[in-house]
């Protein structure tokens, strides 16, 4: 397999959008072609990439008001990563998962003598014969689980997965697993569809008066959507000391990109898809 260059994994066609398109079309091309980003032409240049994660986390509240446009009249170039790194077609694929850890970047467009040839993406990377000679166990390459509480709200959601650069784990008052929080959960949140108005609600929480008192039931503030209004569940997950090969196979069948790692009914971490990758650029 060490042989393996771009040209072997890619996809193609590439699905492109024009720096005028509007955000909301870009978002259903992205939807309905079950794809994470698009590159961004102009005429016959690659301009730039724009990717589920940038819709994702365009959707904090406190980003600046001409941020929170409806989607259907923000062009793409204002979210767009631009001059995105591409590949050539015999780039290999060991040197493909390095460029991708390294810049942490998801998609490299592949690019033979000034035009688009197609496009690598991790999850090309993860359904490649490369990965047939892993022996590691997920405990070997798990990470640390990130958590947050089904109540927390969509700006901290958000906060905190721009500050750890991970997806979260979702859990219950008593620390058990409810629920995951990826980009794509937040990226394509149904609300998103017409309008930016964040739908609010009612919270109740569990709490007590005073310290010695009484565990009382009691109203909260009206709150935008939280945790458990845009976590996916069930879970799928995974004990530690399974091999990566039964990883791959799992997160390819449920065309997910983690799992968490559950031992003895506790949360132990979490096995991301760039876990599996670093073994491969090593």
């Known amino acids: ?22 955000v909301a079309y870009a978002r259903n091309l992205m939807l309905k072609h079950r794809v994470s980003r698009l590159p961004v032409m102009e005429e016959e240049e690659l301009r730039g990439i724009i990717t589920k994660k940038d819709v994702a986390y365009r959707l904090r509240q406190a980003e600046p008001v001409w941020r929170r446009r409806p989607i259907d009249r923000v062009p793409v170039e204002v979210l767009m990563v ?5 590949v050539s077609p015999a780039t290999s694929t060991r040197d493909i998962a390095a460029i991708m850890l390294d810049k942490n970047i998801s998609g490299l467009p592949v690019v033979e003598n000034g035009t688009i040839a197609g496009i690598v993406t991790k999850r090309d990377l993860m359904r490649s014969a490369y990965l047939r000679g892993l022996k590691a166990t997920v405990g070997d390459v798990m990470s640390e689980a990130v958590t947050v ?14 500050s750890k650069d991970d997806k979260i784990i979702v859990v219950n008052d008593d620390g058990s697993l409810a629920g995951i929080i990826t980009e794509t959960n937040l990226a394509f949140y149904d609300y998103l569809n017409e309008r930016m108005d964040i739908p609010r609600k009612e919270v109740t929480l569990l709490r007590k008066s005073e310290p010695a008192g009484q565990k009382r039931y009691r ?5 935008s959507a939280v945790a458990e209004d845009v976590m996916s569940r069930p879970v ?3 004990p530690p000391d399974a091999s990566l090969q039964d990883a791959v196979g799992l997160m390819l069948e449920n065309q997910i990109n983690s799992l968490v790692v559950v031992e003895d009914g506790e949360i132990r971490g979490m096995l991301k898809r760039d876990d599996i990758i670093k073994e491969v650029a090593k």
């Open 236 to 238: 799928i997950t995974i």
């Open 149 to 162: 509480n089904r109540y927390h709200s969509l700006d901290h959601i958000i906060d905190t997965m721009r």
């Open 219 to 223: 109203y909260v503030v009206e709150v």
């Open 82 to 86: 631009p001059d995105p790194i591409t």
């Open 1 to 22: 397999m060490k042989g393996m260059r771009a040209v072997d994994l890619m996809s193609s066609p590439v699905y492109v959008v024009k720096t005028t398109d509007n």
